[in-house]
């Protein structure tokens, strides 16, 4: 955060290539984890030359190039899009936009605060593994009925024994019911950084679901014996059919054609 504020003042105060002009609003952006999110810079009409952003950890690579396919990248005027998120985008952004208005080359700044969440479904008994103790995480907070308790605190450490700390990730040993919830993540001015939602996966459920797609394949595995074995049974019956009537047909005209005898000629009157 300290990192943040000086490079704040030095793009506020810092002369390069014409006047800077400084933007003091801090636009709150949300994003889901993997996601994308997109920081607008609302400067129209203008020759936009080119952008710049900055993050919790330093400069961010911005690709220039309409179209281009990296992670981060400019598109329309001046916006910039984030893709893939993650829980280390977190945090205060600022982008600086370098324009030419009247013949006279200016930058102005953008502050943004970018709040990632996430949704995560664990089964009972399993560790589970959050990947948000950056260092600009100053705590975290689980909600309960008597409202937000601490679980981690950078100076403190850990609140509870069924928790462990791994460089920047927050392990819960073996998830519970207990530890389904919402957590969040909160810098040292109180901004939430990051939410993620627990909730509890079962094994009973679990292995419910299991058997149904066993079930489930299993009468879809019948489904296309029968859809493959029917149309050569009924081929067969109509062969079978067919020929029956065939060979009643010749055996009943069998007697009519069979030794046919001739009349009896008349007697010599004479």
């Known amino acids: 955060m300290f990192f943040s504020l000086l490079l704040l003042f030095g793009l506020i105060y810092h002369s390069h290539s014409g006047q800077y002009l400084s933007g003091n609003k801090n636009l709150p952006v949300t994003g889901k984890r993997e996601g994308n999110v997109t920081l607008q810079c609302e400067i129209d009409d203008k020759q936009i030359l080119r952008v710049e952003l900055?993050?919790?950890?330093?400069?961010?690579?911005v690709c220039q190039t309409e179209g281009c396919s990296e992670r981060v990248s400019k598109t329309a005027a001046c916006d910039v899009l984030i893709k893939n998120l993650s829980f280390s985008d977190a945090g205060t952004h600022i982008l600086r936009v370098f324009y030419r208005n009247n013949q006279t080359n200016l930058a102005q700044n953008k502050i943004y605060q970018i709040h990632i969440y996430d949704e995560i479904t664990v089964k009972t008994g399993k560790p589970i593994k959050l990947h948000v103790l950056m260092s600009f995480a100053h705590k975290v907070e689980k909600n309960s009925s008597e409202g937000w308790k601490k679980v981690w605190e950078r100076r403190h450490g850990l609140w509870s024994d069924r928790m462990n700390v791994s460089e920047e990730d927050l392990i819960i040993k073996a998830f519970t019911d207990n530890d389904a919830g919402t957590y969040r993540v909160l810098d040292y001015n109180?901004?939430?950084?990051?939410?993620?939602n627990l909730t509890e996966s079962s094994s009973e459920s679990t292995n419910k679901q299991d058997d149904e797609d066993k079930t489930g394949h299993a009468i879809s595995h019948?489904?296309?014996i029968v859809l493959g074995v029917c149309p050569g049974i009924l081929v067969m019956i109509v062969i079978a059919f067919l020929t029956w009537r065939y060979w009643c047909r010749d055996y009943t005209q069998a007697p009519a054609?069979?030794?046919?005898?001739s009349p009896e000629e008349p007697e010599d009157l004479l």
């Not at 900055?54 to 690579?61: K, R």
């Open 54 to 61: 900055f993050g919790e950890s330093g400069p961010i690579d």
């Open 190 to 196: 109180g901004e939430t950084l990051i939410t993620v």
């Open 222 to 224: 019948w489904h296309r």
């Open 257 to 261: 054609q069979e030794n046919p005898e």
